[in-house]
């Protein structure tokens, strides 16, 4: 579940967004790929 939301942070143009709002960079992009990361690490 958690690989899933990592997915939708990088291609939900909602999620992505919203959550960059609060940068100046993608940060949709690194959260994503952290989770990912994260969940192949586990």
Do not use: P
Not at 17 to 28: G, K, L, S, V
């Amino acid at each position: 579940m958690l690989m899933c939301l990592g997915e939708v942070y990088q291609t939900d143009e909602r999620f992505s967004d919203y959550i960059n709002r609060f940068a100046t960079w993608n940060i949709a992009e690194f959260f994503g790929e952290a989770i990912k990361a994260h969940c192949r690490n586990k």
